[in-house]
C-alpha cells in the first residue's frame, strides 16, 4: 500500500504514457519529456506563490503583525492578486534601451533556474531529467544567471543599472567558486555526479535509527553550512542582498524593469533559491530518503518537500532577522573564510574514507576542520588590525 | 530522430555564428557567440559526450562569455563608429577556414567509418586523467595555480 503511493505519480504517468502504446518510440519519448517538464512547472510555479505569501505572513509574524489577510481565507489568495496586478501593469520599456536583450534577460533567467531545477531527484524515480552528470549540469547552466545578468543590466543603457548588474556578477562569481568546492567532498566520497546515486549513498541507517545523510559527519556538515551560505549569497538573499537593497539603494540591474518582466525576475530569484536549497536536500541532508526506517511509510516526495521547505523557512528566517552585509565584507569572507573552509572540508572527506568511513574517520575529520578552522580564526582577527575603511578608488 | 535534431542544432549554431560574425554591435555579436557555444555544446549532447558538453557550457558560457562581454564593455571607445568592412580580417578567415578544410579532407581517419559510439562517462574521463594523462594534468594545475597568485598580485593593495 506505502509502496503504491509512494509511486503514484510515476504510475499516473506510465498510465498517461500507455494511450501512446501503439505510436512510434520517439513520439513517446517527447511525450515522457513533456510531461516531466509540465509536472515541475505546476509544481514550482504553485510552490512561487504558495512561498510568496507564506514568506510575508511569516515576515509579518516576526514583525509583530498582521501581513496580508484581505485576500480570500488567511490572504491565501494574496498571489493571484499579485498575479494580475503584475500582469496588467504597464511594461516600460526605456527609449534608448535595447529592446531584444532588455526582453530575452528575465527569460533566459527564469529558464535557467527551471533547468536547474529538472536534475533534482524528488522522490524514488522521480528525476525529470536523469543524466549522468547532473551536478555539473546544475552549476553549467546555473552559470548563464550571470551573462544574463549582464545582458539586464547593459541592455537597460542606464548608469545605475550597469553598476549593479556589476556588482551583483562580483558576488555571484566569488560565492560560485565555494558553492562548487563545497559539492567536491560529497562527489568524492560518492565516487558520481548523478544526483540519484547521491541519494542512495545516503540510503542506509546506522543502527536503524540514525540515518547516513552526510550532514551527519563533521566534514558534511561544515560543507552544508558553507554551501548554505554561499546558496544564500547566489540566489541574492538577504543577508547577502547587495544587489537590489530593497530600502538603499536603485533596483540593481532590474532598475529599468516594470510589470510582468520585473514579476519575471522575482520568480528566477525564488526559483533559484528553490533549486540550491534542493541540491542541498539532495547533497547533504539524504535527498528523498525519511530519518528512520520506521518513516519509510511516508512516500519518498513528501520527505523531499518536508525538507525543502524547512530549509526555505530559514531562507524566511534569516531575512527577518539579519541586516545586509557590506560588499567588502561579503567578498572578504568568501576569499578568506569560506574557500579555505572548503578546502578543508575537501581534505576532511579525504581523511574521512581513508580512515575507514567509521567513528575513527569521523574523529580524525573534525580534528582537520577543527584544526582549519582555529587556524583561520586566529589568522583572520580582525581586533587587532581594526582601521577606518580605506577607499582605494573613490577618493 | 537524431539526424533531425542535427540538423536543427547546425542550423541553428551556424545561423548564431553568422550573427557573431556580421553583427554590427559587438555587444550583439558577443551575446551571439554564447548562443553558437550553447550549439556546440548540444552537438556534444548529441554524441553522448555529455561531460564534455557541460564543460563547455561552464567554462565557455560561464566564464569566457562574460570575459569577453566585459573586455567589450571595458574597453570600446568609439561606440557606434562604423569601422567599414575589414578586407583583411576576410582575407585571414578565408585562409584558415581553407587550411582547416585542406588537412580535414587530407587526413587518413576520415575514410575510417566510425565505430559505435561509447557514451564518455564522467567515469571512464575520469579514469583516463588520473591515470594516463596525470601528468598533464598536473602541469596545467601548476599553471593555473601561477595563473591565480598572478591576479591576486596584480589586485593586491600597495603598502604605503
Not at chain 2, 77 to 83: A, I, P
Request: charged residues 10%.
Amino acid at each position: 500500500m506505502s509502496k503504491s503511493i509512494d509511486q503514484v505519480f510515476v504510475n499516473a504517468k506510465h498510465w498517461l504514457l500507455s494511450w501512446l502504446a501503439s505510436s512510434p518510440g520517439w513520439l513517446i519519448q517527447v511525450a515522457s519529456i513533456l510531461i516531466n517538464i509540465f509536472m515541475l512547472l505546476a509544481v514550482f510555479l504553485t510552490l512561487f506563490a504558495l512561498i510568496s505569501v507564506l514568506e510575508r505572513k511569516i515576515l509579518a509574524r516576526m514583525q509583530n503583525r498582521y501581513g496580508p489577510n484581505r485576500v480570500g481565507p488567511f490572504g491565501l489568495f494574496q498571489p493571484i492578486a499579485d498575479g494580475i496586478k503584475m500582469l496588467i501593469k504597464e511594461d516600460i520599456v526605456p527609449a534608448r534601451a535595447d529592446k531584444l536583450v532588455h526582453f530575452v534577460s528575465p527569460v533566459l533567467l527564469a529558464a535557467v533556474a527551471i533547468l536547474t531545477l529538472g536534475v533534482i531527484p524528488y522522490g524514488r524515480n522521480m528525476t525529470p531529467f536523469a543524466i549522468d552528470g547532473g551536478i555539473l549540469f546544475f552549476f553549467a547552466v546555473g552559470s548563464a544567471t550571470e551573462l544574463a545578468v549582464f545582458m539586464a543590466g547593459w541592455a537597460s543603457n542606464n548608469k545605475f543599472s550597469m553598476l549593479g548588474a556589476m556588482r551583483a556578477i562580483a558576488q555571484m562569481f566569488s560565492y560560485e567558486l565555494p558553492l562548487i568546492i563545497t559539492v567536491l567532498p560529497v562527489v568524492m566520497v560518492v565516487g558520481s555526479l548523478m544526483p540519484d546515486r547521491i541519494v542512495a549513498a545516503q540510503a542506509e541507517y546506522t543502527f536503524g535509527v540514525v540515518p547516513r545523510w552526510f550532514v551527519f559527519t563533521p566534514w558534511g556538515f561544515t560543507a552544508f553550512i558553507l554551501f548554505f551560505v554561499s546558496g544564500l549569497v547566489e540566489s541574492n538573499r538577504t543577508p547577502f542582498d547587495v544587489p537590489e537593497g530593497e530600502s538603499e539603494i536603485v533596483a540593481g540591474h532590474m532598475t529599468e524593469y516594470s510589470g510582468f518582466k520585473y514579476a519575471t525576475f522575482f520568480m528566477a530569484e525564488y526559483l533559484g533559491m528553490f533549486a540550491v536549497s534542493g541540491l542541498a536536500v539532495t547533497l547533504f541532508l539524504g535527498g528523498w530518503h525519511a530519518p528512520a526506517r520506521v518513516f519509510e511509510i511516508v512516500p519518498s516526495y513528501v520527505w523531499f518537500f518536508m525538507k525543502l521547505s524547512v530549509l526555505l523557512f530559514v531562507y524566511i528566517w534569516l531575512r527577518a532577522t539579519l541586516p545586509r552585509t557590506r560588499v567588502d565584507q561579503m567578498m572578504n569572507v568568501a576569499w578568506k573564510f569560506i574557500l579555505p573552509m572548503a578546502f578543508a572540508c575537501v581534505i576532511a572527506a579525504a581523511v574521512w574514507h581513508y580512515a575507514g568511513r567509521g567513528l575513527r574517520g569521523w574523529l580524525w575529520s573534525l580534528f582537520v576542520i577543527a584544526i582549519v578552522y582555529t587556524v583561520l580564526s586566529i589568522v583572520l582577527d580582525t581586533r587587532r588590525k581594526f582601521a577606518p575603511r580605506v577607499y582605494r578608488f573613490a577618493e | 530522430m537524431s539526424s533531425a535534431a542535427f540538423v536543427i542544432i547546425a542550423i541553428f549554431t551556424l545561423a548564431a555564428a553568422l550573427a557573431a560574425g556580421t553583427l554590427r554591435s559587438l555587444m550583439h555579436a558577443a551575446l551571439c557567440f554564447a548562443l553558437t557555444l550553447v550549439g556546440l555544446a548540444a552537438f556534444f549532447f548529441l554524441l553522448g559526450a555529455e561531460f564534455v558538453g557541460l564543460a563547455l557550457v561552464f567554462i565557455y558560457i560561464g566564464a569566457v562569455a562574460v570575459l569577453i562581454v566585459f573586455t567589450i564593455l571595458l574597453t570600446q571607445r568609439d561606440v557606434g563608429k562604423d569601422r567599414g568592412f575589414n578586407w583583411a580580417g576576410v582575407l585571414i578567415a578565408f585562409a584558415v577556414f581553407c587550411g582547416l578544410t585542406w588537412s580535414i579532407l587530407t587526413t587518413q581517419s576520415i575514410s575510417i567509418v566510425a565505430p559505435h559510439i561509447r557514451a564518455l562517462t564522467v567515469k571512464r574521463i575520469g579514469d583516463v586523467l588520473m591515470a594516463s594523462y596525470v601528468w598533464p594534468l598536473q602541469c596545467v594545475g601548476v599553471l593555473l595555480t601561477a595563473a591565480l597568485i598572478g591576479a591576486l598580485i596584480l589586485v593586491m593593495e600597495e603598502k604605503r
